[in-house]
């Protein structure tokens, strides 16, 4: 049961060190919602939308006002939209994400997820239409955000799945290039994806969740970093020990807000999500707080060490504070939205392939990385290919939301605003790796899957 005073205690971290709580998500199965046809199809989901989520906001709202938690974000996820049955075309597709658009906005929430498919063995017919439908979805509506699972450890890697997806990115980024390319924002590339993630871009509602649940995803970046400060230059066992002590109070924090909500809601708790999610914010930043740890600057070596030990003791010390650990549950690194990866980017100290190596040891990948509107797209598959195979060796969640940035070059930058900061356009390697893409077909499936 959980001590209300346990919780007050930690207040105080809300006005000093950047504490709060990311985002309440409501997940919504849209299972119910099929139909032959697409206009009823768009009513139902609309209905069921506004319906389920009806208070979402208003309650949230009522809840960081009693216990004086910052909520940053209030988002709904949905069932892969690819999975709705019924024939719908791509411009179908786009007319239902218009209609999650609406919605959105008549609740009030930030954003709205889902719309997506689940590719790591192969495509449906209704997959591909989805996924090929993606960039003008993106470009028409402002809260939808969209994931594709293209790798699984059990499946493999869906290397055509890869294939296209190249070629969505670059055409999602020209039809937003108005807008800094920010339809690229709002699409995540997964392997391993949890049915259950809070945090946008890549929130869905998987098939086996229930009808209805409410998951929360905490933060506290600056919380962990003024803790580290304190403990001065103690070993690292110590160290691990004051981040898990840490990440154990702002979790139940976490759980008091999840349980808080699915009560006045009437809705089932599902999970909570244990990530440092950074912010633009100065004293926000999971940077800032591998450089407490003694590095110079983000990207120097030692920095994935440094990661692994954090994401580590954020894990132990948070599966104690909660019964119901899911989600991403580590320490994300997207480099738009923290002000010192911004930093370390800027001095090149941080390169895309030292990221690619921190994303071994943490959550969740390669996120919110701009990149020159001119790189092949051969290149930006080559990039998720590395990257999702990472995910699939390891057993665990890796991703890609890259930017090709239309008119920008290494050094420029473009802008969005908000949560998702401002990107620095990074140097990628443009040696060309069409010939190992075009190859098509899968990668299978690693030795260690085969666990039945």
Do not use: W
Not at 94 to 119: C, S
């Amino acid at each position: 049961m959980i001590n209300t005073k346990d919780i007050l205690e930690t207040i105080n971290m809300v006005k000093e060190e950047n504490l709060d709580i990311r985002t309440v998500t409501m997940g919504i199965s849209l299972l119910d919602c099929a139909s032959d046809s697409p206009k009823t199809a768009c009513d139902k989901i609309y209905g069921k939308i506004t319906g389920k989520a009806g208070k979402l906001v208003q309650t949230v709202e009522q809840i960081e006002k009693e216990y004086g938690i910052p909520i940053i974000n209030k988002r709904v996820s949905l069932t892969p939209i690819s999975l709705l049955g019924g024939y719908y075309s791509e411009e179908d597709y786009v007319k239902i994400a218009e209609t999650l658009d609406r919605a959105a906005d008549a609740l009030g929430i930030n954003f709205i997820g889902g719309y997506g498919a689940l590719v790591q063995k192969g495509f449906t017919g209704a997959d591909e239409r989805l996924i090929n439908s993606i960039p003008e979805a993106l470009a028409t509506t402002g809260k939808v955000c969209s994931s594709v699972n293209v790798a699984s450890t059990k499946a493999g890697i869906d290397m055509d799945a890869v294939a296209l997806m190249g070629k969505i990115i670059k055409k999602t980024a020209y039809l937003t290039r108005d807008k800094d390319c920010i339809g690229c924002a709002k699409l995540v590339v997964f392997a391993n994806v949890p049915e259950d993630n809070p945090f946008m871009a890549g929130a869905f509602h998987g098939t086996g969740e229930a009808e209805c649940v409410i998951n929360v995803g905490v933060s506290g970046p600056g919380v962990v970093a003024s803790a580290i400060a304190r403990a001065g230059d103690c070993d690292f066992s110590e160290l691990a020990e004051v981040i898990k002590r840490t990440s154990f109070k702002i979790t139940r924090m976490g759980q008091l807000v999840a349980r808080e909500a699915s009560k006045r809601l009437g809705v089932p708790f599902g999970i909570v999500d244990l990530s440092l999610a950074p912010t633009p914010a100065v004293g926000d930043s999971v940077a800032r707080i591998l450089e407490g740890m003694g590095l110079e600057i983000c990207g120097a070596c030692g920095t994935t060490a440094a990661l692994a030990l954090l994401n580590d003791a954020v894990k132990k010390g948070g599966v104690m504070a909660s019964s119901h650990v899911g989600g991403l549950s580590g320490a994300f690194i997207p480099v738009s939205e923290d002000a010192g990866m911004i930093e370390a980017v800027s001095k090149g100290a941080l390169t895309i392939e030292k990221l690619e190596a921190m994303t071994a040891v943490c959550s969740v990948g390669l996120d919110m990385i701009a990149i020159p509107g001119d790189t092949d797209e051969s290149v930006i598959c080559g990039l998720i290919a590395d990257e999702i195979s990472i995910g699939v060796a390891n057993t665990k969640t890796t991703a890609v939301r890259v930017i090709p940035a239309y008119g920008k070059k290494a050094g420029d930058s473009v802008t969005f605003g908000g949560l998702l900061g401002e990107a620095p356009v990074m140097k990628i390697s443009t040696l060309s790796p069409a010939k190992f893409i075009a190859r098509g077909g899968r990668i299978p499936a690693p030795i260690h899957s085969l666990k039945n």
